[in-house]
């Protein structure tokens, strides 16, 4: 289950760096609700 979740997230910030895509978003606001969203800030940082 991990290397799916691993997997999955690579996928993401490779096809989807800025979370813009309406999945991109709805993981934006999954990170909020976790007060992860300190993330999204090291995502745009490359």
């Given amino acids: 289950l991990l290397r799916a979740a ?3 997230a690579a996928m993401t910030v ?3 760096p800025k979370l813009e ?3 991109g978003e709805a ?3 999954l990170l909020y609700l976790f ?3 300190d993330a ?3 995502l745009r940082a490359g």
Avoid: F, Y
Wanted: cysteine-free; aromatic content about 0%.
């Fill in 14 to 16: 490779d096809r989807d």
């Fill in 35 to 37: 007060r992860r969203d």
């Fill in 40 to 42: 999204i800030r090291l």
């Fill in 27 to 29: 993981l934006r606001t």
């Fill in 21 to 23: 895509t309406p999945r």
């Fill in 6 to 8: 691993r997997d999955d």
